[in-house]
Structure formats: structure tokens, C-alpha cells
């Protein structure tokens, strides 16, 4: 567990972000759980503003769930041919469709264990779920949530799981959706994966700069 130190350090960090970043917020355009659902699946391996590109004439042409459920995945995916992967995902959208018709009544489940049993559904998108749609305080960790938490020295944990574990035990739990919000922002803006603009940073004064090199 950590310290009481480690917890203040990680409050103070939190605050410094948040305000910078205000507005953090889901940046996947979405009108529901279902609607989030569907792009968070699409969203892997793909950038959200190439999702929020094919979602409005996706959900146009496939209104509810049940409508995707009486679809064949070869009929989604002309609607996102532009993204990654798409064949699979058309698969997977499809798929889960029809198992939240037949087993869930056609309502997306709240319960994070049942959505991992949904397909294209794993452990961050179930909490990206859960924490925006139902109010359960969730940290979903992505690539940009594990980088700038290992660089600020926040975890050293690699796992995506274990970095979830880490972030939580550190901030009130009536936070931790707005960490991950905060977290994408600096990721997305800041922190970049190759060049990170640390002149820009709001938090440089208490960050640890892991992995970092401070000499280029």
C-alpha cells in the first residue's frame, strides 16, 4: 500500500493536472453505454478522432443494439473500412450485439464482470465503461494512462492490471475517472510517447521523468 506521502505527492499531481486540463473528458463521441461500447471496441489500435469519423454514419445505419444484433458482420464493415483491424471488429461489434440480446435483455450489463465476457470487451474498456456510464470509480489504464504514470514515478508497473491496482490505491476513489480523463489529456497533448514537451508541463516540478532522457 502506499504511503501517506506517496498518496499526497499523487493528490498534488492529480490537482496540477486537472488544472491544466479543466475539461478532460471522454473524447470518443457517444450517446450511451451502448454507443461508448461499440467505440471503445473500434478505438483499439485506432485514434478516437478516426472512430468519432465513422461512428455517426455506423450508428445512423445501425440505431440500437438490437440492430446490430440482426446484422451480419460483413454489413458493418464497409462503415468502418477506414479503421484498423475492421474485419475483426465488425466481428466482435456484432457478436456482442447479440449476447447482450440474449442474455443481458438487450441492456448493456453494469456489472464490470459481465462486460469482460462480452466480445472485443476486455478489463480496460470494461472499466472505461463502467466509469463513465454507471458510475463506478474506475481507472482505465491505456497506453498513454501507463506512460505518463511510470514517467511521474506514480507506478513502475508495466501490466496495464497492475498499473490499475497501483493508480487506485493512490487517489479517492471519487477521482479516479477524472485521473484517467486528466492522465489521456497529458498523454494526448504533453507527454507525447517520443517527445514528450516537458517545458509545457504543468506537474515537471514533481515528476520524475522516468525513462526520460534529460540531456536531449
Known amino acids: 500500500m502506499p504511503t501517506s506521502a506517496q498518496r499526497a505527492r499523487a493528490l498534488r499531481i492529480l490537482d496540477g493536472l486537472c488544472a491544466r486540463f479543466p475539461d478532460a473528458h471522454c473524447e470518443l463521441d457517444h450517446d450511451g453505454p451502448w454507443q461508448l461500447l461499440v467505440a471503445v471496441v473500434l478505438s483499439a489500435q485506432a485514434t478516437d478522432v478516426s472512430v468519432n469519423k465513422v461512428t455517426p454514419s ?13 446484422a451480419e458482420p460483413a454489413a458493418v464493415e464497409p462503415f468502418i473500412k ?7 471488429k465488425a466481428k466482435n ?11 443481458f ?6 456489472a464490470r464482470e459481465d462486460l469482460e465476457t462480452l466480445p ?13 456510464c454507471f458510475g463506478v470509480p474506475a481507472i482505465a489504464v491505456d497506453t498513454h494512462v501507463g506512460r505518463v504514470a511510470r514517467r511521474l514515478g506514480l507506478t513502475k508497473q508495466t501490466d496495464p492490471d497492475k498499473v490499475e491496482v497501483a493508480l487506485t490505491a493512490l487517489w479517492p476513489k471519487d477521482r479516479l475517472l477524472q485521473a484517467h480523463h ?3 489529456f497529458q498523454g494526448r ?10 517545458s509545457e508541463c504543468p506537474v515537471v516540478a514533481d515528476c520524475k521523468q522516468v525513462g526520460i532522457d534529460r540531456s536531449a
Not at 455506423?58 to 440482426?70: E, G, Q, S
Not at 461489434?93 to 442474455?103: E, L, Y
Not at 472485443?120 to 463513465?132: E, Q, W
Request: net charge positive.
Open 105 to 110: 435483455n438487450g441492456v448493456v450489463p453494469a
Open 182 to 184: 486528466t492522465l489521456i
Open 93 to 103: 461489434v456484432v457478436a456482442a450485439a447479440r449476447r447482450i440480446v440474449d442474455t
Open 120 to 132: 472485443g470487451v476486455g478489463s480496460k474498456s470494461a472499466a472505461v465503461l463502467i466509469a463513465n
Open 58 to 70: 455506423l450508428f445512423a445505419a445501425f440505431p440500437t443494439v438490437t440492430a446490430f444484433a440482426a
Open 189 to 198: 497533448r504533453i507527454c507525447d510517447a517520443r517527445k514528450p514537451r516537458c
Open 82 to 88: 477506414s479503421i484498423g483491424l475492421y474485419r475483426n
